[in-house]
Structure formats: C-alpha cells, structure tokens
C-alpha cells in the first residue's frame, strides 16, 4: 500500500493507473500474459520510461475479485491503492491526496502500447501552458489506446467535490471535460490524424491485435514506438481487421446513457 509519509514531497508528478478484474467484455484482461508478462506489467514498464514521471501507483477497488492486482503488485513492489469499484473519480482523489502529487497522469490498465514519448509531450504541455488539465483524447488524433490525461490536484480535487452524476464519478475526468467554463484545458495533438486505429484493449479481438504487435516488436526494442507500431501494421495490414468493427468509448457511452435515463 501507499506509505502516507511520501504525502511530503512536494512537485511530484505522478503517474495513477486504474485497474480492475471484473471487465465484462474481456473478465481479468489487465492480468492477461502477453510474452509471459501480464498486460498490466507491461503498461508500467512502458510508463516507467516517461522522463517526467516521479511515481506510479495502481488503483483498484477494494472488492475480492481485484485482490490478484494487489497480489501482483506486492509480488512486484508496485504501490497499489484500494477504494471504491464504481466512484472512480474518488479513488483518484483519495491517492492523490494520499500521495502529495501536484500533477496527476491518468490512465487506464488495458492500454499496454502506451508511449512514453507521448506521455512526456502531455505533461510538458500541461507544464508549459500551466493549464488545469490537458490530454490527448479531447480532440482524438491518436490511436485509441495511447490516451493520457494530465489535471493538477487542485483540478481533481474540485472535480471530486462538485461531480454529482454517476457517469461523472465513474470516468474520472468527464466533469472537466463537461465543463470547460470552469478550468484551463490543453489539448495535445498528433500531426496525422489516426484516431481511427484501436490499440485499447477491451475484446479479444484487440488482445489478439496487441499480442501480434509485441510477437513482432518486443524482443529487439521493448520500449518500441507508436512509429514503430505504425510501420508494422503497414507491412501487415491485415492485423487491423481484427477488431476495426469495435466502437471507440463504449462504456462512456453507456454510462452516459444511463445517466439520461435516470434524469428521465
């Protein structure tokens, strides 16, 4: 768990990677092994090349059926935190105010081809343009799996006291997002467009896609590129067709939906 004295280092950036077992679509996906590793290993050794990050810490709930993360996480001394299944939003909180983080990067433990590179150039926007939160994602020009998000503490702090809708409390950045009125948002984007390719993962279809890509790019340069993604898809276009029919944020979707119907 996390030791409360690290709450005294102040200027930290950190990196909060949310994590559960319970994904309807593919159950126990983040534990899934890819090259004997699990998706979730994956992801942080890929994160931990940022330059910018000072710490990462793993967030799930604190229902049984997340107990093998923090299992792994004791098993291989990563920080982990337990709280809420649903109310995501305050399982971000309740880290960050644990932790002293000044800027918290957010994403999520099915993205295993996140990118470093572009981790940094986020949080050094964010930085530069001193804004209260800056993504990727907002204005979507990169493949859907390589989403970061970066909001300062005090952002995620106002978010968590005014937030009042389920959907808003389940995706942790949503009331930013809902209200750009209120807070100084960024938007990093890529130069070509290519928020069309899905490197999530949420089916079997896209665990199939990404186990294709680290067959053929890990073992030469583990800490291989969204370029270097590109250029084998290039030479393998077929790999794409496995999961192009999937729609882009379905479970936002859905919870915004169910919000509506409550409204009604």
Same mark, same amino acid.
Request: aromatic share 6%.
């Given at each position: 768990?996390?030791?409360?004295?690290? $709450?005294?280092?102040?200027?930290?950036?950190?990196?909060?990677?949310?994590?559960?077992?319970?994904?309807?679509?593919? &159950?126990?996906?983040?534990?899934?092994?890819?090259?004997?590793?699990?998706?979730?290993?994956?992801?942080?050794?890929?994160?931990?090349?940022?330059?910018?990050?000072?710490?990462? =810490?793993?967030?799930?709930?604190?229902?049984?059926?997340?107990?093998?993360?923090?299992?792994?996480? =004791?098993?291989?001394?990563?920080?982990?935190?337990?709280?809420?299944?649903?109310?995501?939003?305050?399982?971000? *909180?309740?880290?960050? #105010? @644990?932790?002293?983080?000044?800027?918290?990067?957010?994403?999520?433990?099915?993205?295993?081809?996140?990118?470093?590179?572009? @981790?940094?150039?986020?949080?050094?926007?964010?930085?530069?343009?001193?804004?209260?939160?800056? $993504?990727?994602?907002? %204005? &979507?020009? *990169?493949?859907?799996? /390589?989403?970061?998000?970066?909001?300062? !503490?005090?952002?995620?702090?106002? $978010?968590? +006291?005014?937030?009042?809708?389920?959907? !808003?409390?389940?995706?942790?950045?949503?009331?930013?997002?809902?209200?750009?009125?209120? *807070?100084?948002?960024?938007?990093?984007?890529?130069?070509?467009?290519?928020?069309?390719?899905?490197?999530?993962?949420?089916?079997?279809?896209?665990?199939?896609?990404? $186990?294709?890509?680290?067959?053929?790019?890990?073992?030469?340069?583990?800490? *291989?590129?969204?370029?270097?993604?590109?250029?084998? /898809?290039? +030479?393998? &276009? #077929?790999?794409?067709?496995?999961?192009?029919?999937?729609?882009?944020?379905?479970?936002?979707?859905?919870?915004?939906? %169910?919000?509506?119907?409550?409204?009604?």
């Amino acid at each position: 768990m996390i030791n409360k004295d690290e $709450s005294n280092r102040n200027n930290q950036v950190i990196a909060i990677i949310q994590a559960r077992m319970t994904s309807s679509r593919l &159950p126990g996906k983040v534990l899934k092994p890819i090259l004997g590793k699990s998706m979730l290993a994956l992801q942080i050794e890929r994160t931990k090349c940022s330059q910018l990050i000072d710490n990462l =810490i793993v967030a799930t709930s604190i229902e049984d059926s997340d107990q093998p993360i923090e299992d792994w996480c =004791i098993k291989n001394n990563i920080k982990c935190y337990r709280g809420s299944l649903n109310n995501v939003l305050d399982r971000y *909180f309740q880290v960050a #105010k @644990i932790s002293g983080a000044d800027h918290i990067v957010r994403m999520t433990a099915d993205c295993p081809l996140i990118d470093s590179v572009i @981790i940094d150039n986020v949080i050094k926007l964010h930085l530069l343009e001193k804004n209260d939160y800056t $993504s990727n994602c907002i %204005e &979507p020009t *990169f493949p859907d799996g /390589l989403d970061v998000e970066v909001m300062t !503490e005090k952002t995620l702090q106002k $978010s968590w +006291e005014l937030a009042s809708k389920h959907s !808003e409390r389940e995706h942790v950045t949503l009331y930013i997002r809902n209200h750009p009125e209120m *807070f100084k948002i960024g938007s990093f984007k890529n130069d070509v467009n290519l928020q069309n390719k899905r490197w999530t993962v949420d089916y079997i279809e896209d665990f199939n896609l990404i $186990s294709n890509i680290y067959n053929a790019l890990y073992h030469a340069k583990p800490n *291989f590129n969204m370029q270097d993604i590109l250029s084998l /898809l290039k +030479e393998n &276009p #077929k790999w794409e067709g496995l999961n192009q029919d999937i729609v882009r944020n379905e479970g936002l979707a859905k919870s915004i939906l %169910e919000d509506k119907s409550i409204d009604e």
